[in-house]
C-alpha cells in the first residue's frame, strides 16, 4: 500500500487556477499508475485524470480535457493536478489515488490506495 496526501484546494474564482499536489509515501511510487478523482455533493466519484507510470502518457475525462493537466514528478513522489479555467461545475472533493494495475484505467475500482481528499470550490 502507498499513503497518500493531497494539498492545494481552496476557493477560486470562475476562470482562475488552482494546483493540487498529491504526496506519496511507503512502496516505490514509480510502480504505480496515478489518478485524479472528484465528488461533488450527492453525486458519484468521477474519474478527471490519470497518468501513465512514467508520467509519459496522461488522459482525461472530457470534461476537463484542454483545461487540466496531470503531470508527475517520481523523483519527489509526487503527482500535480493544474487545473485551470475553472468552472463552478468543477467544485468538488479532489482525491488522490494509486494502482498497480497499468493504464488505461478509469474506473474507482481500479485503484487500491486513497487520499483522504481535497475541496476545490469554484465559485461564479
Known amino acids: 500500500q502507498v499513503q497518500l496526501v493531497e494539498s492545494g484546494g481552496g476557493l477560486v474564482q470562475a476562470g482562475g487556477s488552482l494546483r493540487l499536489s498529491c504526496a506519496a509515501s511507503g512502496r516505490t511510487f514509480s510502480s504505480y499508475t496515478m489518478g485524479w478523482f472528484r465528488q461533488a455533493p450527492g453525486k458519484e466519484r468521477e474519474f478527471v485524470a490519470a497518468?501513465?507510470?512514467?508520467?509519459?502518457?496522461?488522459y482525461y475525462a472530457d470534461s476537463v480535457k484542454g483545461r487540466f493537466t496531470l503531470s508527475r514528478d517520481n523523483a519527489k513522489n509526487t503527482v500535480y493536478l493544474q487545473m485551470n479555467s475553472l468552472k463552478p461545475e468543477d467544485t468538488a472533493v479532489y482525491y488522490c489515488?494509486?494502482?498497480?494495475?497499468?493504464?488505461?484505467?478509469?474506473?474507482?475500482?481500479?485503484?487500491?490506495?486513497w487520499g483522504q481528499g481535497t475541496q476545490v470550490t469554484v465559485s461564479s
Open positions: 489515488a494509486a494502482s498497480s494495475f497499468f493504464p488505461p484505467i478509469s474506473r474507482p475500482t481500479d485503484f487500491g490506495s
Open positions: 497518468s501513465s507510470r512514467s508520467g509519459g502518457n496522461s
